[in-house]
């Protein structure tokens, strides 16, 4: 299977910025669907955005639910197999659980479901103070 590990996480003033990254291991396949969730307490697992990678150090079709434009950037990360998530401006409300996902195969087109998405990482806690 493949194993993903967030990090970055961390208590930030409202404003701030913070920088996460996930970095994939084990049996990577070539073609996979990258994917960012958060989960805050009591609600669901939502959708920050989704990021198709085609090979070795080929990322690409970054796409965001409407509701995360703007403040979010999905990227390609420094290190292999890794990506990265942006976060700027950040506000009490983004305080949350990040999550990173991967699947096989291409980056769903639609609404963004983590029943799609048979792998995850353990998550790194976001918290942002006013």
């Known amino acids: 299977g493949v194993q993903l590990v967030e990090s970055g996480g961390g208590s930030v003033e409202s404003g701030g910025s913070l920088r996460l990254s996930c970095v994939a291991s084990?049996?990577?396949?070539?073609?996979?669907?990258m994917a960012w969730f958060r989960q805050a307490p009591g609600k669901e697992r939502e959708g920050v955005g989704t990021?198709?990678?085609?090979?070795?150090?080929?990322?690409?079709?970054?796409k965001y639910p409407d509701s995360m434009r703007g403040r979010f950037t999905i990227s390609q990360g420094s290190a292999k197999n890794s990506v990265s998530l942006q976060m700027n401006s950040l506000k009490p409300e983004d305080t949350a659980m990040y999550y990173c996902?991967?699947?096989?195969?291409?980056?769903?087109?639609?609404?963004?479901?983590?029943?799609?998405?048979?792998?995850w990482g353990q998550g790194t806690q976001v918290e942002v103070f006013s």
């Open positions: 990021i198709d990678r085609y090979g070795p150090g080929r990322y690409g079709n970054i």
């Open positions: 084990g049996m990577v396949p070539d073609n996979y669907c």
């Open positions: 996902a991967a699947d096989a195969g291409r980056c769903p087109s639609g609404s963004l479901s983590p029943r799609t998405f048979a792998y």
